[in-house]
């Protein structure tokens, strides 16, 4: 596993790259993981090959203040195809964990029939099937869609169907490379920002060469509330 260190020098000097469109490969990702500016616990994000597709698998686990006591822990999964410059979700899911407290819901996305649905732990309204149509993604193959398709300036548009809800996602990319420190370290990064209305923000910073995200930050009402900072990884050849 190695930290942040061996990243392009051209990153932290400034010249880093655009990210361009890159062969999918398995890594793993550690994360340390804040709310409301404290720290809360650690996440592991993954991906690999398994059984002729492909998965990811974000795993956030608290360990600190009443939401470690309370033994809180989410896992998100997507099993997925890469079909061309496609990632095609086949199945998802996610398990939420607190206390005695379990909640797990199911999706599958049915290409054939172009349906996709969710079962369990999900609202009534969110178990009716939703038309799939070309592009569609889980939340977890968009970030790993924005790491990819990342340029300075660019906007990019992706729909989003998960866990029984359907909608557009549209990112703009900053046109300047921006400072953020990692693990002690500074470099700079593009920061991808989500355009959409109402009291929610989501932030990715992507750098060039890496294939995760290397921070992840939503606010809500103008106020931090969970921030993924990555700390170390690990990738195919490693």
Do not use: C
């Not at 360990?63 to 470690?68: D, K, N, Q």
């Not at 079909?83 to 407290?101: I, M, N």
């Not at 079962?119 to 990819?148: E, F, T, W, Y």
Request: charged fraction near 25%; glycine fraction near 8%.
């Amino acid at each position: 596993m190695k930290s942040l260190l061996p990243l392009l020098t051209a990153a932290l000097l400034g010249a880093a790259s655009p990210a361009g469109a890159s062969a999918l490969e398995p890594f793993v990702a550690h994360y340390e993981v804040f709310n409301g500016g404290k720290a809360l616990g650690d996440a592991t994000m993954q991906v690999k090959p398994e059984g002729g597709h492909w998965r990811i698998d974000l795993d956030i686990r608290a360990e600190h203040g009443m939401m470690s006591l309370a033994g809180a822990a989410a896992q998100q999964s997507t099993l997925f195809d890469a079909v061309g410059d496609a990632y095609r979700p086949l199945s998802q899911t996610l398990v939420r964990k607190v206390l005695f407290s379990k909640r797990v819901i199911n999706g599958v996305y049915d290409w054939n029939k172009r349906s996709a649905q969710w079962s369990g732990d999900v609202k009534d309204h969110r178990r009716k099937p939703i038309a799939l149509q070309d592009g569609d993604m889980s939340g977890l193959l968009i970030n790993l869609a924005v790491v990819r398709d990342a340029q300075p300036g660019k906007t990019l548009s992706y729909r989003f169907v998960d866990s029984g809800r359907a909608r557009p996602h549209q990112y703009v990319v900053a046109q300047e490379l921006e400072g953020v420190k990692v693990d002690d370290m500074s470099f700079n990064a593009m920061r991808v920002n989500r355009v959409q209305s109402g009291n929610e923000e989501t932030s990715i910073w992507v750098v060039d060469g890496v294939p995760t995200p290397v921070r992840i930050l939503q606010r809500e009402n103008g106020q931090d509330t969970y921030d993924l900072r990555l700390v170390e990884y690990k990738g195919a050849n490693e």
